[in-house]
């Protein structure tokens, strides 16, 4: 297949573009940093620093939409929300005016959301059919998915990909947290009562790339793994694997008087788990945090 990519320098980008490489792929990467791109991919991958620098004419079989800037990178002021929802909402409808204008369709199309969809919902657990809590999370994630929505009218067989905590040693949460918990300073959020829906970056991407090649598949599927933990149990879990202790707790209080709105990241709590991903057959390498933290961390 061609298939063009935006985020494809990101945390879960710069894991799945060199399985698809492998898997034969020819890839077109959309990105702001061509020198970081050429150094990850070399001449195996073409660039483009701009959507209408993507030829019209030319073949295109799947696109695969995972551009956003981080979520939890800085706090949510009126002007980092502006470039989060642009980023995401913005570059999304751009990406699908682009596939208007085209004659030839590519046949799928793979966009990013997040479980953050749902919002804060406690003990509830979440299927894909589930309603949501309002808040920011979710009207992020519902803008972001709607931008999408217009391809499927086109004929373009698409998958909205709620993704949760992705577990992988080079980056996202478990890079920030491996050297605080090294230490003996991991330590639970709040009560530690709140879900957490994760799922190993290998099985992240084999989500991807099974998705990209099954036709029978599209809507809503939630990228988390069977087995969401409470935050309490991540914290005891990871502080096994690594051996060291973690005693700290974080109230509540503290974290919303320094984190403002964003905190409700890391208090909220969204049990989500994949049912339409288990219905498609879909086999997870790490079904539970023991296993993921064995694969990821070896």
């Known amino acids: 297949m061609h298939i063009l990519i ?3 320098t990101g945390f879960i980008g710069s894991a799945l573009c060199p399985q698809l490489l492998i898997d034969g792929h020819q890839l077109t990467l959309l990105t702001r940093r061509p020198e970081r791109t050429l150094r990850l991919y070399g001449s195996r991958v073409k660039v483009i620093r701009s959507l209408t ?7 295109l079989d799947a696109v695969i939409n995972l551009a ?28 699908v005016a682009v596939l208007r204008r085209r004659e030839q369709k590519p046949a799928v199309m793979l966009s990013g959301s997040a479980v953050g969809w749902y919002g804060h919902q406690g003990d509830t657990v979440l299927e894909e059919s589930a309603g949501f809590h309002e808040e920011y999370t979710h009207q992020l994630c519902d803008g972001w998915e709607k931008a999408a929505l217009p391809v499927s009218e086109m004929g373009v067989r698409l998958c909205l990909l709620r993704t949760g905590v992705v577990l992988g040693r080079s980056g996202g949460m478990l890079k920030r947290l491996l050297p605080v918990f090294g230490l003996g300073l991991g330590g639970r959020l709040g009560s530690g009562e709140q879900w957490l829906p994760w799922i190993a970056m290998t099985d ?17 599927f939630n990228v988390v793994a069977p087995k969401p933990v409470s935050n309490a149990e991540f914290t005891a879990t990871l502080a096994q694997a690594l051996g060291r202790p973690a005693f700290l707790n974080l109230p509540a209080s503290f974290l919303r008087m320094t984190m403002g709105e964003m905190s409700a990241v890391l208090l909220g709590s969204t049990r989500a788990v994949p049912s339409r991903l288990l219905e498609a057959g879909f086999k997870f390498r790490s079904r539970t945090l023991e296993d993921c933290l064995r694969n990821e961390l070896g």
Request: glycine share 10%; net charge negative.
């Open 6 to 8: 935006t985020g494809g």
């Open 53 to 59: 620098e993507f030829p019209n004419d030319a073949p």
């Open 68 to 95: 956003g800037e981080g979520i939890t990178d800085r706090p949510w002021s009126v002007s980092r929300k502006q470039v989060l929802e642009a980023s995401r909402i913005a570059l999304t409808q751009e990406l």
């Open 204 to 220: 992240c991407v084999n989500v991807i790339r099974a998705l990209l090649t099954d036709s029978t598949q599209s809507g809503v």
